[in-house]
Protein backbone atom coordinates (compact mmCIF):
# COMPACT_ATOMS: atom_id res chain seq x y z
CA UNK A 1 0.00 0.00 0.00
CA UNK A 2 2.74 2.21 0.85
CA UNK A 3 3.53 2.50 -3.39
CA UNK A 4 -0.27 3.35 -4.00
CA UNK A 5 -0.09 5.93 -1.99
CA UNK A 6 3.21 7.52 -3.16
CA UNK A 7 2.10 7.37 -6.45
CA UNK A 8 -1.61 9.09 -5.10
CA UNK A 9 0.49 11.81 -3.49
CA UNK A 10 2.78 11.90 -6.49
CA UNK A 11 0.73 12.22 -9.03
CA UNK A 12 0.75 15.98 -10.30
CA UNK A 13 4.52 15.76 -10.24
CA UNK A 14 4.31 12.20 -12.08
CA UNK A 15 2.04 13.60 -14.71
CA UNK A 16 3.80 16.75 -14.85
CA UNK A 17 7.29 14.83 -15.74
CA UNK A 18 4.97 12.87 -18.57
CA UNK A 19 3.91 15.48 -20.32
CA UNK A 20 7.64 17.32 -20.37
CA UNK A 21 9.18 13.84 -21.85
CA UNK A 22 6.51 13.86 -24.56
CA UNK A 23 6.53 17.50 -25.27
CA UNK A 24 11.03 16.91 -25.58
CA UNK A 25 10.18 14.15 -27.70
CA UNK A 26 8.00 15.85 -29.80
CA UNK A 27 10.27 18.64 -29.95
CA UNK A 28 13.35 16.46 -30.95
CA UNK A 29 11.21 14.95 -33.65
CA UNK A 30 9.56 18.29 -35.32
CA UNK A 31 13.14 19.77 -35.33
CA UNK A 32 14.44 16.85 -37.05
CA UNK A 33 12.22 16.80 -39.24
CA UNK A 34 12.32 20.58 -39.98
CA UNK A 35 16.02 20.07 -40.41
CA UNK A 36 15.67 17.27 -43.18
CA UNK A 37 13.09 19.79 -45.13
CA UNK A 38 15.70 22.62 -45.22
CA UNK A 39 18.14 20.51 -46.39
CA UNK A 40 16.03 19.00 -49.13
CA UNK A 41 14.71 22.46 -49.73
CA UNK A 42 18.02 24.01 -50.22
CA UNK A 43 19.41 21.11 -52.39
CA UNK A 44 15.96 21.93 -54.49
CA UNK A 45 16.72 25.38 -55.22
CA UNK A 46 20.20 24.66 -55.67
CA UNK A 47 19.30 21.97 -58.26
CA UNK A 48 16.59 24.11 -59.93
CA UNK A 49 19.32 26.93 -60.59
CA UNK A 50 21.60 23.96 -62.28
CA UNK A 51 18.76 22.88 -63.96
CA UNK A 52 18.10 26.11 -65.84
CA UNK A 53 22.21 26.38 -66.60
CA UNK A 54 21.82 22.77 -68.30
CA UNK A 55 18.95 23.84 -70.47
CA UNK A 56 21.06 26.73 -71.25
CA UNK A 57 23.85 24.91 -72.21
CA UNK A 58 22.11 22.68 -74.28
CA UNK A 59 20.15 25.41 -76.26
CA UNK A 60 23.70 27.25 -76.91
CA UNK A 61 25.32 24.14 -78.03
CA UNK A 62 22.06 23.08 -80.42
CA UNK A 63 20.47 26.31 -81.50
CA UNK A 64 23.55 28.42 -81.53
CA UNK A 65 26.30 26.30 -82.01
CA UNK A 66 28.23 28.13 -79.32
CA UNK A 67 31.58 26.09 -78.55
CA UNK A 68 32.22 28.50 -75.21
CA UNK A 69 28.84 28.60 -73.94
CA UNK A 70 27.55 25.45 -75.61
CA UNK A 71 31.00 23.59 -74.20
CA UNK A 72 29.66 19.76 -73.87
CA UNK A 73 32.47 19.80 -70.54
CA UNK A 74 29.94 22.68 -68.70
CA UNK A 75 27.20 20.29 -69.45
CA UNK A 76 28.89 17.68 -68.30
CA UNK A 77 29.95 19.39 -65.07
CA UNK A 78 26.25 21.05 -65.13
CA UNK A 79 24.69 17.29 -64.74
CA UNK A 80 27.26 16.08 -62.72
CA UNK A 81 26.80 18.16 -60.04
CA UNK A 82 22.55 17.84 -60.61
CA UNK A 83 23.25 14.46 -59.96
CA UNK A 84 25.41 15.09 -56.80
CA UNK A 85 22.56 17.32 -55.32
CA UNK A 86 20.21 14.83 -55.92
CA UNK A 87 21.25 12.65 -53.30
CA UNK A 88 19.51 15.16 -51.09
CA UNK A 89 16.53 14.74 -52.17
CA UNK A 90 13.40 11.96 -52.19
CA UNK A 91 14.39 8.89 -54.59
CA UNK A 92 11.74 9.88 -56.72
CA UNK A 93 14.38 13.04 -57.56
CA UNK A 94 17.35 11.25 -57.60
CA UNK A 95 15.95 8.55 -60.42
CA UNK A 96 15.29 11.05 -62.62
CA UNK A 97 18.41 12.55 -61.96
CA UNK A 98 20.02 9.88 -63.01
CA UNK A 99 18.11 8.69 -66.03
CA UNK A 100 18.93 12.82 -66.97
CA UNK A 101 22.39 12.12 -66.96
CA UNK A 102 21.91 9.13 -69.11
CA UNK A 103 20.45 10.36 -71.56
CA UNK A 104 22.40 13.76 -71.74
CA UNK A 105 25.56 10.87 -71.92
CA UNK A 106 23.97 9.23 -74.87
CA UNK A 107 22.94 12.75 -76.15
CA UNK A 108 25.66 15.47 -76.00
CA UNK A 109 27.15 14.85 -78.76
CA UNK A 110 24.52 15.41 -81.35
CA UNK A 111 23.67 18.47 -79.84
CA UNK A 112 23.49 20.95 -83.03
CA UNK A 113 23.43 18.30 -85.19
CA UNK A 114 20.29 16.36 -84.63
CA UNK A 115 17.13 17.69 -83.46
CA UNK A 116 16.00 14.75 -81.22
CA UNK A 117 18.66 14.71 -79.24
CA UNK A 118 18.19 18.49 -78.12
CA UNK A 119 14.38 17.12 -77.73
CA UNK A 120 15.69 14.22 -75.78
CA UNK A 121 18.11 16.50 -73.07
CA UNK A 122 14.89 19.27 -73.16
CA UNK A 123 12.59 16.39 -72.24
CA UNK A 124 14.67 14.63 -69.26
CA UNK A 125 15.07 17.86 -67.76
CA UNK A 126 11.94 19.31 -67.95
CA UNK A 127 10.57 15.98 -66.00
CA UNK A 128 13.45 16.58 -63.78
CA UNK A 129 12.33 20.09 -63.34
CA UNK A 130 8.58 18.59 -62.57
CA UNK A 131 9.59 16.21 -60.02
CA UNK A 132 11.87 18.39 -58.39
CA UNK A 133 8.94 21.26 -57.86
CA UNK A 134 6.74 18.45 -56.87
CA UNK A 135 9.34 17.28 -54.03
CA UNK A 136 9.46 21.03 -53.08
CA UNK A 137 5.51 21.33 -52.69
CA UNK A 138 5.02 18.43 -50.62
CA UNK A 139 7.21 19.37 -48.14
CA UNK A 140 5.97 20.31 -44.43
Known sequence: M???EQLKRNQLAIISLIVAL?????????????EANRTVRTAGFE???HIGELQ??????HYDQ??????????WAEALLLQDLSKLMPVD?????????GIWEDNWAQLGQDDSAVMSVDT?????????????????
Not at 22 to 34: H, K, M, P, S, V
Not at 56 to 61: F, G
Not at 66 to 75: A, E, F
Open 124 to 140: AIDNLRMDLLTALAELD
Open 93 to 101: VHQRTDELL
Open 66 to 75: DGVGGNPRKG
Open 22 to 34: TALGYNTWRNELT
Open 2 to 4: RLA
Open 47 to 49: MLV
Open 56 to 61: RITYLA
